[in-house]
């Protein structure tokens, strides 16, 4: 079982309850952190020194058409121009309905104006991908006003359940140009409050296409909510104990944000006034710390060690002073499994998206294989970011892609060191020598 899961039983004497910890006394940076009783398992950090853009809706100029891309380059307002694939570009922008295969050289044209949204922050050289296909974020629905096509129900939410959201979901007044997806918060709500959900998302999508109007591209028209705001819709359910703010301007925002969209929970909601910091009361700063480091180390006395690349990021399990087990096919399990745990604990501290390779330590019963193929899927199952899992290989190796949700802790909080230009590694006092003496030689 994951370590989630036997930390929530009630049987468990360090069961306290799930909390969601807000920590807003530095202006420079807002925090928002997930616990289940002293244990971490969520975090989300937004600088007030980066911007961010992620969600943000702008009304955009096409600058270029790159038909080898079959996408365009827009002009959104920022440094760098946004890149627009061909798929994610809406009919209603296209000049005349296509024939046969669509060419976007056709269909678009440079100067053209587009409302945009942003699917994925930029990231080193690169510009941030861009969608025509609008979504908005309400607490119980996600709208998609432009896109009648996609929607659905949380692929989350399975069997019975699905079956009543279905119902609910058909009690609704929905256009019939848009989409609509049901989150996972609507669960137990009433046709009722989700068509309130769903008016307040269809006014925001007015407002949105009435300030569209009002001048020339590029400029912002929507900006996402802040960290604070995103983790309240996003996180806070029934199964929330308390909501802990340790600055009196968050807790008002925080409470006028509830008590329009869901005023039920405000009473969750406390002001915490303790001398003792808000995150070294439930002893998380030193779990933070941890995804700040290349080598975590495991209960047993084993470690992982993450290294991310440009390519992927490679997770190696390291069992150099596990102590669990009878004999080195049980040593290996045991450290196995517990970095299973903490992998999966890692990823969503960090961020980490993409592609990530898990070097796990050599097992040859394969069915010890498939108990640590089967722990990394259950301790996966909480995490909000679309992730895919396949086998380990005969090679010991894991792979596995997450969605980007948003920059990595490490890109968001960090900086590449200017000294070894993020390789790790500088030359020694020896060979650095030796090619200065080379130098001058020549």
Same mark, same amino acid.
């Given at each position: 079982?994951?370590?989630?899961?036997?930390?929530?039983?009630?049987?468990?004497?360090?069961?306290?309850?799930?909390?969601?910890?807000?920590?807003?006394?530095?202006?420079?940076?807002?925090?928002?952190?997930?616990?289940?009783?002293?244990?971490?398992?969520?975090?989300?950090?937004?600088?007030?020194?980066?911007?961010?853009?992620?969600?943000?809706?702008?009304?955009?100029?096409?600058?270029?058409?790159?038909?080898?891309?079959?996408?365009?380059?827009?002009?959104?307002?920022?440094?760098?121009?946004?890149?627009?694939?061909?798929?994610?570009?809406?009919?209603?922008?296209?000049?005349?309905?296509?024939?046969?295969?669509?060419?976007?050289?056709?269909?678009?044209?440079?100067?053209?104006?587009?409302?945009? #949204?942003?699917?994925?922050?930029?990231?080193?050289?690169?510009?941030?991908?861009?969608?025509?296909?609008?979504?908005?974020?309400?607490?119980?629905?996600?709208?998609?006003?432009?896109?009648?096509?996609?929607?659905?129900?949380?692929?989350?939410?399975?069997?019975?359940?699905?079956?009543?959201?279905?119902?609910?979901?058909?009690?609704?007044?929905?256009?019939?140009?848009?989409?609509?997806?049901?989150?996972?918060?609507?669960?137990?709500?009433?046709?009722?409050?989700?068509?309130?959900?769903?008016?307040?998302?269809?006014?925001?999508?007015?407002?949105?296409?009435?300030?569209?109007?009002?001048?020339?591209?590029?400029?912002?028209?929507? #900006?996402?909510?802040?960290?604070?705001?995103?983790?309240?819709?996003?996180?806070?359910?029934?199964?929330?104990?308390?909501?802990?703010?340790?600055?009196?301007?968050?807790?008002?925002?925080?409470?006028?944000?509830?008590?329009?969209?869901?005023?039920?929970?405000?009473?969750?909601?406390?002001?915490?006034?303790?001398?003792?910091?808000?995150?070294?009361?439930?002893?998380?700063?030193?779990?933070?710390?941890?995804?700040?480091?290349?080598?975590?180390?495991?209960?047993?006395?084993?470690?992982?060690?993450?290294?991310?690349?440009?390519?992927?990021?490679?997770?190696?399990?390291?069992?150099?002073?596990?102590?669990?087990?009878?004999?080195?096919?049980?040593?290996?399990?045991?450290?196995?499994?517990?970095?299973?745990?903490?992998?999966?604990?890692?990823?969503?501290?960090?961020?980490?998206?993409?592609?990530?390779?898990?070097?796990?330590?050599?097992?040859?019963?394969?069915?010890? #294989?498939?108990?640590?193929?089967?722990?990394?899927?259950?301790?996966?199952?909480?995490?909000?970011?679309?992730?895919?899992?396949?086998?380990?290989?005969?090679?010991?190796?894991?792979?596995?892609?997450?969605?980007?949700?948003?920059?990595?802790?490490?890109?968001?909080?960090?900086?590449?060191?200017?000294?070894?230009?993020?390789?790790?590694?500088?030359?020694?006092?020896?060979?650095?020598?030796?090619?200065?003496?080379?130098?001058?030689?020549?």
């Amino acid at each position: 079982m994951c370590a989630e899961r036997r930390f929530r039983q009630p049987g468990n004497r360090r069961y306290n309850m799930k909390r969601m910890l807000i920590n807003a006394t530095q202006p420079e940076e807002l925090r928002v952190a997930l616990v289940d009783g002293q244990r971490l398992y969520d975090l989300d950090i937004e600088s007030g020194a980066r911007e961010q853009k992620k969600a943000n809706i702008y009304k955009g100029k096409i600058t270029r058409i790159e038909p080898s891309l079959e996408a365009a380059f827009v002009d959104f307002g920022s440094e760098r121009h946004g890149f627009l694939p061909l798929k994610e570009i809406s009919r209603e922008y296209f000049k005349k309905a296509p024939e046969g295969r669509v060419n976007i050289k056709e269909v678009l044209s440079e100067g053209q104006e587009v409302i945009v #949204q942003v699917e994925k922050e930029e990231r080193g050289n690169k510009g941030a991908a861009l969608t025509t296909f609008i979504s908005l974020a309400g607490r119980y629905l996600v709208l998609m006003p432009n896109n009648p096509r996609a929607g659905g129900i949380s692929r989350r939410i399975e069997g019975e359940e699905r079956n009543e959201l279905r119902e609910a979901l058909n009690g609704l007044t929905v256009p019939g140009d848009m989409g609509l997806i049901v989150r996972t918060a609507g669960l137990g709500r009433s046709s009722e409050e989700m068509q309130w959900d769903l008016d307040y998302l269809l006014q925001l999508w007015t407002a949105i296409k009435e300030a569209s109007l009002d001048r020339a591209a590029p400029f912002l028209i929507y #900006q996402e909510s802040n960290v604070i705001i995103r983790a309240i819709r996003d996180y806070l359910r029934q199964d929330i104990g308390e909501v802990l703010i340790d600055s009196i301007d968050a807790q008002e925002e925080a409470l006028t944000f509830i008590r329009q969209v869901m005023p039920q929970y405000a009473s969750k909601i406390k002001l915490y006034e303790d001398s003792v910091p808000l995150f070294n009361r439930f002893q998380i700063e030193s779990q933070i710390e941890t995804a700040f480091q290349r080598v975590v180390d495991l209960p047993s006395g084993g470690s992982i060690v993450i290294d991310p690349t440009e390519a992927l990021v490679s997770i190696d399990i390291n069992s150099a002073r596990a102590t669990k087990g009878s004999d080195i096919e049980e040593t290996a399990l045991q450290t196995n499994l517990e970095a299973a745990e903490e992998i999966a604990r890692q990823l969503r501290l960090r961020d980490i998206g993409g592609l990530i390779v898990i070097d796990f330590i050599d097992m040859t019963p394969a069915k010890n #294989q498939r108990a640590v193929e089967e722990r990394v899927r259950e301790c996966l199952e909480a995490d909000r970011a679309r992730v895919q899992v396949g086998r380990i290989s005969r090679f010991g190796l894991l792979e596995m892609s997450r969605q980007r949700l948003r920059p990595s802790l490490g890109e968001s909080s960090g900086i590449v060191c200017p000294r070894c230009s993020g390789t790790g590694i500088i030359r020694d006092v020896e060979s650095l020598s030796l090619a200065i003496l080379r130098l001058i030689e020549e």
